[in-house]
Nanobody
Framework: QEQLVESGGGLVQAGGSLRLSCVAS????????MGWFRQAPGKEREFVAS???????TIADSVKGRFTISRDNAKNTMYLQMNSLKSEDTAVYYC??????????????WGQGTQITVSS
């Protein structure tokens, strides 16, 4: 069974940094578009960033200039580097994988989620 496993969440002060990782099986990682989403309490799931097989990426306006998405194909791992964190970044962050960037919001595979809490 294909899996996505996130790690790197935790509690951080406002202005701090965290890096999330998402490890995927080789079958997924080599063929799929990867993405990050987040969901804050009482809010809908929100797109954060996505990255294609060859490194092309999209970043949501709400985090542009603060978050960076990248992937290491040799390690089947995607990263989300989060800098200058704000309290409004507090959410559960999910890793996702889908065959197409056009359908990543309804991705075929999802991770279990990792909590990020930013204290002010």
């Amino acid at each position: 069974q294909e899996q996505l496993v996130e790690s790197g969440g935790g509690l951080v002060q406002a202005g701090g940094s965290l890096r999330l990782s998402c490890v995927a099986s080789g079958r997924i990682f080599s063929s799929y578009v990867m993405g990050w989403f987040r969901q804050a309490p009482g809010k809908e799931r929100e797109f954060v960033a996505s990255i294609g097989r060859y490194g092309g990426y999209t970043i949501a306006d709400s985090v542009k200039g603060r978050f960076t998405i990248s992937r290491d194909n040799a390690k089947n791992t995607m990263y989300l580097q989060m800098n200058s964190l704000k309290s409004e970044d507090t959410a559960v962050y999910y890793c996702a994988a889908d065959r197409s960037i056009g359908t990543i919001r309804n991705a075929e595979f999802w991770g279990q989620g990792t909590q990020i809490t930013v204290s002010s």
